[in-house]
């Protein structure tokens, strides 16, 4: 199914309405209200896992299928050298020549 320029825009206006509404709804909502002690513990968690999942597909799908690569690689060195303790900056330089040089191979 191939969708025109129109339904395409169409469907971004919708989204970005829905995505509007969805924001508003909370404060809304809750109003000035505190929130239960549990339910504050389960928002925290939700930003971590939701960038958890987003470097997950990222790193291991390619189109409809999962893949290890150089930029696997690349992401788990970075990975570990974070773990380690080491400069950001230096991660992400170590990570792009890591792939880099897999990639050259």
């Known amino acids: 199914m ?3 320029h ?3 825009w169409v469907l971004i206006v919708c ?3 829905m995505t509007v509404l969805i924001k ?3 404060p809304v909502l809750l109003g000035g209200r505190q929130l239960p002690p549990w339910f504050s ?3 925290v968690l939700m930003a971590p896992a939701l960038l958890t999942a987003l ?3 990222s ?3 390619s189109g409809r299928s999962w893949s290890v690569g150089a930029h696997t690689v690349g992401v788990g060195v970075a990975a570990v050298m974070l773990w380690r303790r080491c400069s950001l900056v230096l991660c992400v330089v170590v990570a792009v020549l890591v792939t880099a040089g897999l990639r050259a191979i």
Do not use: C, K, Q, S
């Open 15 to 17: 989204l970005a309405a």
């Open 2 to 4: 191939t969708l025109t």
């Open 6 to 8: 129109a339904e395409v």
């Open 41 to 43: 513990r389960v928002i």
């Open 55 to 57: 470097v997950v597909t």
């Open 59 to 61: 790193v291991f799908a």
């Open 24 to 26: 508003a709804l909370g």
